[in-house]
T-cell receptor
Framework: DTEVTQTPKHLVMGMTNKKSLKCEQH?????MYWYKQKAKKPPELMFV???????INESVPSRFSPECPNSSLLNLHLHALQPEDSALYLC??????????????FGSGTRLTVV | AQTVTQSQPEMSVQEAETVTLSCTYD???????LFWYKQPPSRQMILVIR??????QNATENRFSVNFQKAAKSFSLKISDSQLGDAAMYFC????????????FGTGTLLAVQP
């Protein structure tokens, strides 16, 4: 299995809702990443997990809450989002945080719309 | 800080022709890795090609090849025999594994393929 699977593919949520994005990989990778991507822009790093521990938080607002329950699964919990948070959210993984030299494997993303 | 620059926001190529996408980067590191990622409308970031900075030989993957000029800090992607399926956003990316342990993306080039 050489894939990163993200669910759901599309999500529409109100500003008072709570929702979660899910990311799963079975490649034995020990680093997992959340990125936010606006249209025609490069992905922006949000969080890095290394061996199931939060390693980097790129000053992301607390309305985004990551969770890594095990080495294969990464969640992003969403609460009280703003319309400007509407974007494509990409998950990625790599062998570990210090061995990204083979590149990251990306999922196909969740298209989030906040109304 | 490491930066990656793609000076061509949009490019167009005729089917079966050759196109070259430009990328320059800035770093003080001597050991690093460079990548080209493709992001079609399906949204998934797909690794196209990878170059190790300590290797002088340019990487090649089927119709995709790079021109890596380490002294000039230039890393261009050549797509030969362009196909309609090559239409996508292309991102150049840098990873140094030392200073930041992060994958740093350029701003992207949107490639259109004309039939």
């Amino acid at each position: 299995d050489t894939e990163v699977t993200q669910t759901p593919k599309h999500l529409v949520m109100g500003m008072t809702n709570k929702k979660s994005l899910k990311c799963e990989q079975h490649m034995g990778h020990r680093a997992m990443y959340w990125y936010k991507q606006k249209a025609k822009k490069p992905p922006e790093l949000m969080f890095v997990y290394s061996y199931e521990k939060l390693s980097i938080n790129e000053s992301v607002p607390s309305r985004f809450s990551p969770e890594c329950p095990n080495s294969s699964l990464l969640n992003l919990h969403l609460h009280a989002l703003q319309p400007e948070d509407s974007a494509l959210y990409l998950c990625a993984s790599s062998q570990d945080r210090y061995r990204g030299n083979y590149g990251y494997t990306f999922g196909s993303g969740t298209r989030l719309t906040v109304v | 800080a490491q930066t990656v620059t793609q000076s061509q926001p949009e490019m167009s190529v005729q089917e079966a022709e050759t196109v070259t996408l430009s990328c320059t980067y800035d770093t003080s590191e001597s050991d690093y890795y460079l990548f080209w990622y493709k992001q079609p409308p399906s949204r998934q970031m797909i690794l196209v090609i990878r170059q190790e900075a300590y290797k002088q030989q340019n990487a090649t993957e089927n119709r995709f090849s790079v021109n890596f000029q380490k002294a000039a800090k230039s890393f261009s992607l050549k797509i030969s025999d362009s196909q309609l399926g090559d239409a996508a956003m292309y991102f150049c990316a840098y990873y140094d594994g030392g200073a930041t342990n992060k994958l740093i993306f350029g701003t992207g080039t949107l490639l259109a393929v004309q039939p």
